[in-house]
């Protein structure tokens, strides 16, 4: 539907199109005249867009269905995952720090593990001498015990270690 809204005053055979489409449907407007188009929406356009518009909510609707079921299906999991845990509860080691570290239970005052190889007075001695220059290598030797042991009971003792190996030239 279209109508024509502005006329030129020019000569009729001005306004004439040199060239007329055929069958096509077109037309071509001579030079000068305006038009406006108070177009109808096609059948076959609302219809291709109806039909893309039930296939979206087709898909929305599938999207949401598996939505629910996964929904459904993670409150089932979670279930599961609470009596398991609380089955374990109590026979799991605890954590008592943020480390992650997993310690047991206490069970009383006082460390663990086997007593110490050193009594207190032997190990304010080996204080004493690691504080006069000995190096924990030599009361190890001295005293046949490892390493790791000297080390621990001169902690123990109190005894700030050296790190790092001694100086070779010994005043």
């Known amino acids: ?41 096609e059948p076959a356009l609302e219809k291709d ?8 909510k087709r898909i929305l609707r599938e999207l949401s269905q598996e939505i629910d079921r996964l929904s459904k299906r993670n409150e089932m999991l979670e279930r599961r995952l609470a009596s398991i845990t609380g089955a374990l509860q109590g026979t ?10 997993t310690l047991r239970p206490s069970r009383g005052a006082g460390r663990r593990g ?22 924990s290598a030599q009361l190890a030797r001295r005293h046949k015990a490892a390493l790791p042991t000297i080390l621990s009971t001169l902690r123990r003792a109190g005894a700030t270690l050296r790190r790092g190996r001694p100086s070779k030239n010994k005043r």
Do not use: H
């Open 1 to 41: 539907m279209t109508s024509l809204s502005a006329r030129d005053e020019r000569s009729e055979s001005d306004l004439v199109p040199s060239e007329c489409p055929t069958g096509s449907g077109e037309g071509n407007l001579p030079i000068g005249w305006g038009f406006s188009v108070g177009a109808d929406p």
């Open 49 to 56: 867009t109806r039909k893309k518009m039930s296939n979206l």
């Open 92 to 101: 799991m080691r605890l954590s008592r720090n943020g480390s992650g570290r």
């Open 114 to 135: 086997a007593p110490p190889r050193f009594d207190d007075a032997q190990a304010l001695q080996l204080r004493r001498e690691y504080e006069k220059g000995a190096t």
